[in-house]
C-alpha cells in the first residue's frame, strides 16, 4: 500500500527540529506500507518563487515543496502551485491513501482527495487559533481547520485531550485519538547505572513560557531554598532563553541551573540517560513526544496536566496542574528523594506502546479500512 505524507512540518536545513516527530510517524508507517513525504515548506531563502525537489531521507522518499515566503503574504498566489505539484505527485507515487499532517496542509490534500478520489486521513496537531489576538485570522484559521477536518475520510489526534479541544472548536468527523510515536532502539535505557552525589534533572524543549519554563524557573527559586543537592539541566533554545538566563541570574537560581541551548538530536538520549529524571510543566502541549523518550531511556517524568496525563501513571512519574508553583516545586523535591523508586523495567515497558511497531501498526489498519470504504 503506497500512502503520502503531506506536512508542513519536516526536518530541514534551517531547522532541524522541525517535525521530528512527523518523520518518525513516517519511519513507523514504513514497516507496513510504503510511504512518500511531501514536505510543503516556506522560506525566504528560496530561490525560486516555486519549486520542487525530489531527495531520499533514511530510505524515506520526500518531495519538498519550496514557496518563497514574502512580505505581506503576498506569496498566497503560490498555492495553487502547490495543489499542482501534489496533484503531479499523486500521479506519479500513485498512493492509495493520503495522510496529511496540520490542517494548513490539510487544506491542499483534501482538495488532491477530492480531484483523484483519493481518501485523506487528517492527522492533527494545532490550534486553530492563532493566539496572537487577531480575530480575523483566528476566525478564518477555525473555518479552515473545520472545514478541512470534516471533509477527509478519518481524523486522527495525538492525546484525548487535543480531541476534546478539536470537539470543543466543531469539528464533526469521527476522530481516533493515535499517539506519536517513539524510536525505542534510538531513546533506550543506560547500559548502567551512575552514582552521583546530587540529583540532575532534565527540561528537554522550547524555552517559552507555552512550556511553563517560567512557572519551573519559580518552582527551582523554592527548591533551591531548601536544599542544594540537585541541577536542572535545560536542552533546547528559542527566542525567550536569554531572557530566562537573565532571570536565573538575577533570582540566584543560575549555580543550579545549566542552560545547554539547543541539542542536535543526538545528544538527547545521552542526557535523558544521564539525568535522573525529566520536568515538563507545559502550559499547554498536545502530546509531549519528550516525556515519551524520558520514558524510553527508563526515566520517570513530571509533567502537567495539560495534553500530558494519559501520558503518565503513579509508576512513571507525575502529574502537576499547570501553572501551580507550588505542586511543581514539592513535585521536584518528592522526586529528587524519590526517583530510584521508579520500576525502571516497568516504564521502559510502558513506552513500547508508542515504538515504531505499535504506533505504525495503528495507521496500517486505518489505511485499510480507509481505502476499503473507499472502494466500496
Excluded at 536545513?13 to 517535525?19: F, Q, V
Excluded at 516527530?21 to 512518500?36: E, G, K, N
Aim: hydrophobic residues 40%.
Amino acid at each position: 500500500m503506497n500512502v503520502l505524507i503531506v506536512t508542513p512540518w519536516y526536518p530541514h536545513k534551517e531547522n532541524s527540529a522541525s517535525g521530528i516527530f512527523i518523520q518518525d510517524i513516517a519511519r513507523a508507517v514504513s514497516l507496513y506500507a510504503t510511504p512518500a513525504v511531501v514536505h510543503i515548506h516556506s522560506s525566504k531563502d528560496a530561490k525560486r518563487p516555486i519549486s520542487m525537489e525530489e531527495f531520499e531521507d533514511k530510505k524515506l522518499k520526500v518531495y519538498r515543496i519550496n514557496i518563497k515566503s514574502l512580505p505581506g503574504k503576498l506569496h498566497s498566489p503560490l498555492y495553487m502551485g502547490v495543489l499542482l505539484y501534489l496533484l503531479k505527485i499523486c500521479r506519479e507515487f500513485k498512493p492509495d491513501v493520503i495522510h496529511s499532517h496540520v490542517f494548513t496542509a490539510g487544506l491542499f490534500s483534501v482538495i488532491a482527495g477530492k480531484l483523484t478520489s483519493i481518501p485523506v486521513i487528517q492527522t492533527e496537531h494545532m490550534l486553530f487559533n492563532k493566539g496572537n489576538g487577531d480575530k480575523k485570522v483566528d476566525f478564518i484559521r477555525r473555518f479552515i481547520g473545520r472545514v478541512v477536518l470534516d471533509n477527509t475520510s478519518f481524523v486522527t489526534t495525538p492525546s484525548n485531550f487535543f480531541k476534546r479541544y478539536l470537539k470543543s472548536s466543531g469539528v464533526h468527523n469521527r476522530i481516533k485519538t493515535v499517539p506519536n510515536t517513539v524510536d525505542t532502539d534510538f531513546f533506550r535505557p543506560p547500559n548502567s547505572k551512575e552514582k552521583k552525589g546530587v540529583s540532575s534533572f532534565l527540561f528537554a524543549g522550547w524555552v517559552d513560557p507555552i512550556k511553563g519554563f517560567d512557572v519551573l524557573l519559580s518552582a527551582i527559586k523554592d527548591v533551591s531554598s531548601k536544599r542544594d543537592d540537585f541541577n536542572l539541566i535545560v536542552a533546547g533554545g528559542g527566542r525567550f532563553l536569554e531572557e530566562y538566563k537573565n532571570k536565573s541570574r538575577f533570582d540566584g537560581t543560575y549555580r543550579f541551573v545549566k542552560f545547554l541551548g539547543s541539542q542536535k538530536r543526538e545528544k538527547i538520549p545521552h542526557l535523558m540517560q544521564s539525568c535522573d529524571f525529566l520536568v515538563l510543566p507545559s502550559r499547554w502541549e498536545v502530546f509531549g513526544v519528550v516525556v515519551v523518550e524520558a520514558l524510553a531511556c527508563g526515566k520517570p517524568a513530571i509533567v502537567s496536566d495539560k495534553g500530558q496525563r494519559e501520558i503518565i501513571n503513579h509508576k512513571t512519574g507525575v502529574v502537576v496542574r499547570s501553572e501551580n508553583v507550588q505542586m511543581l516545586s514539592e513535585s521536584i523535591e518528592y522526586m529528587i528523594e524519590n526517583h530510584r523508586k521508579f520500576p525502571q523495567n516497568y516504564i521502559r515497558k510502558h513506552a513500547l506502546k508508542y515504538s515504531y511497531e505499535s504506533v505504525g501498526k495503528i495507521f496500517a489498519e486505518l489505511y485499510r479500512e480507509v481505502s476499503r470504504s473507499n472502494r466500496g
